[in-house]
């Protein structure tokens, strides 16, 4: 297993539109995070797992966002009716869970832009 | 509120020394990240402190004070690849991660 791996890696989209990314973690990885990232920003906590249990959201997320992680393993985002601010690099991580000291291992990120 | 200062942008030379300075009010505290992000990459990993003092890896070190709520991060021996944004992120009470906006740090010739 050589990291986290998302995709796809750019999306472009109209306004209105629903998009889903997917994210495979590190296998032995029971943490799943998702992140949003903008120009100039550190990233914006949207979700989070522990094995299949999504265990908080961002309580800024809006309800057109909903992920999953149905057997414990990959993940997806998906965003429904994109509005332009939705454009931002969305990025998959994850870390192996007890014990660990919260070092987050990242994707390479989703590039959204919604025209 | 929790907060995470760094400054937006700093400039050094090839070769030189940079320290990037990191303060954080948060509620409680365990650890502190710091992160490398080249532009249009994800962040990667590069230091980890959890108790006072200086961590040394390599060209890069780490600091943390957590009476004053500062940590900073020094590179050494600049080279043109350290041109990135440098990321502070402090664990906080619930274990989750609260991120600086990010350091851009240009290196020139």
């Known amino acids: 297993d050589t990291g986290v791996s998302q995709n796809p890696r750019h999306k472009i989209t109209k306004r209105g539109q629903n998009v889903t990314f997917r994210c495979d973690p590190i296998?032995?990885?029971?943490?799943l995070y998702w992140y949003r990232q903008t120009l100039g920003q550190g990233p914006e906590f949207l979700t989070y797992f522990q094995n299949e249990a999504q265990l908080e959201k961002s309580r800024l997320l809006s309800d057109r966002f909903s992920a999953e992680r149905p057997k414990g393993s990959f993940s997806t985002l998906e965003i429904q009716r994109t509005e332009q601010g939705d454009s931002a690099m969305y990025l998959c991580?994850?870390?192996?869970?007890?014990?660990?000291?919260?070092?987050?291992?990242f994707g390479e990120g989703s590039r959204l832009t919604v025209l | 509120g929790q907060n995470i200062d760094q400054p937006t942008e700093m400039t050094a030379t090839e070769g030189a020394i940079v320290q990037i300075n990191c303060t954080y009010q948060?509620?409680?505290?365990?650890?502190l990240f710091w992160y490398q992000q080249h532009a249009g990459e994800a962040p990667t990993f590069l230091s980890y402190?959890?108790l006072d003092g200086l961590e040394e890896k390599g060209r890069f070190s780490s600091f943390l004070s957590r009476s004053k709520g500062y940590s900073y991060l020094l590179l050494k021996e600049l080279q043109m690849k350290d041109s990135a944004s440098y990321l502070c992120a402090v664990v906080d009470s619930n274990y989750q991660l609260i991120w600086g906006a990010g350091t851009k740090l240009i290196i020139k010739p």
């Open positions: 991580a994850s870390s192996p869970g007890q014990g660990d000291t919260g070092e987050l291992f």
């Open positions: 948060t509620s409680g505290f365990n650890g």
């Open positions: 402190n959890v």
């Open positions: 296998s032995e990885h029971n943490r």
